[in-house]
């Protein structure tokens, strides 16, 4: 049995925000709020990444159109005792899936540890 660090990628929309920097901190909190309240401190959240077009840097993954934002949030968290990495992947989506309900998750990486 081996430990491993799971990242999902969880889209998230948020309504009502006036910028990028708005639209982050709801997602943040909202998603924070929902994993605390389901006892789950130990997932850690964070903006994911996705590379400018036009000159290739990083930025972050928000959209904002007419006050409404979809975030690319990020969750990672540790799983112990698991079988292979796919059963950590297995874990960590049955673990923030039941917390984050409609809410659609996507391997992004997963780490032995």
């Given at each position: 049995?081996?430990n491993?660090?799971?990242?999902?990628?969880?889209?998230?929309?948020?309504?009502?925000?006036?910028?990028?920097?708005?639209?982050?901190?709801?997602?943040?909190?909202n998603?924070?709020?929902?994993?605390?309240?389901?006892?789950?401190?130990?997932?850690?959240?964070?903006?994911?990444?996705?590379?400018?077009?036009?000159?290739?840097?990083?930025?972050?993954?928000?959209l904002?159109?007419?006050?409404?934002?979809?975030?690319g949030?990020?969750?990672?968290?540790k799983?112990?005792n698991a079988?292979?990495?796919?059963?950590?992947?297995?874990?960590?989506?049955?673990?923030?899936?039941?917390?984050?309900?409609?809410?659609?998750?996507?391997?992004?990486?997963?780490?032995?540890?």
């Amino acid at each position: 049995m081996t430990n491993y660090h799971v990242t999902l990628q969880a889209p998230y929309i948020v309504k009502n925000v006036e910028d990028v920097e708005d639209a982050i901190g709801v997602a943040v909190s909202n998603i924070g709020k929902i994993l605390n309240k389901k006892n789950m401190e130990y997932v850690d959240i964070d903006v994911g990444l996705t590379i400018c077009p036009k000159c290739g840097e990083p930025i972050d993954c928000v959209l904002v159109v007419a006050r409404t934002a979809i975030v690319g949030i990020l969750l990672s968290m540790k799983i112990f005792n698991a079988e292979s990495p796919e059963h950590a992947v297995r874990i960590a989506k049955s673990s923030i899936g039941r917390a984050l309900k409609d809410i659609p998750l996507e391997i992004v990486d997963v780490v032995e540890v």
